[in-house]
């Protein structure tokens, strides 16, 4: 915590495994931990982020079973050094749709705005008529930030 001495001589943490993968046997290959719970957890203040610590489950100095990871200082080949992806998915919310540089069905230009309101993922909405096609524009929502038109 910046402050405290630690308990455990080398550190302290929690025994509790946010994530865990299996760390294959060749190198060169990426390991993935989804620590998405952890992260939530951090924002809504749940808990506080002292880090993270990688670690076997099971250690056995004796067995020499260690793995090795590349660190960020990595400059033999720089693509193996780690990476954090984070991905932000925001709450679903209102949109509001500015359609410019359309055509209405007769080939004159047309403009617009199209209201969808609150959207949700996995639903499909349409805006148009009957003619064929069926609507005008269509707005696929596949995740609360993915969106198609």
């Known amino acids: 915590d910046g402050s405290g001495a630690w308990n455990t001589p080398g550190g302290d943490y929690n025994a509790a495994a946010s994530a865990s993968a299996v760390a294959p046997g060749t190198t060169g290959v990426w390991v993935d931990w989804d620590i998405t719970a952890l992260t939530q957890d951090w924002v809504d203040g749940t808990l506080t982020n002292y880090g993270l610590i990688v670690k076997k489950a099971v250690e056995n100095p004796a067995a020499i079973d260690a793995k090795l990871f590349y660190s960020s200082d990595y400059t033999t080949v720089t693509s193996l050094r780690p990476k954090l992806t984070i ?27 199209v209201g969808f309101g609150n959207v949700s993922a996995g639903s499909t909405y349409f805006v148009g008529d009957t003619a064929s096609p069926p609507f005008a524009v269509q707005l696929t929502v596949r995740s609360n930030a993915l969106w198609g038109l």
Request: hydrophobic fraction near 20%; charged fraction near 15%.
């Open 87 to 113: 991905e932000y998915v925001p709450a679903p919310g209102t949109i509001t749709m500015t359609i410019d540089g359309t055509y209405n069905r007769d080939g004159t230009p047309g403009s617009g705005s």
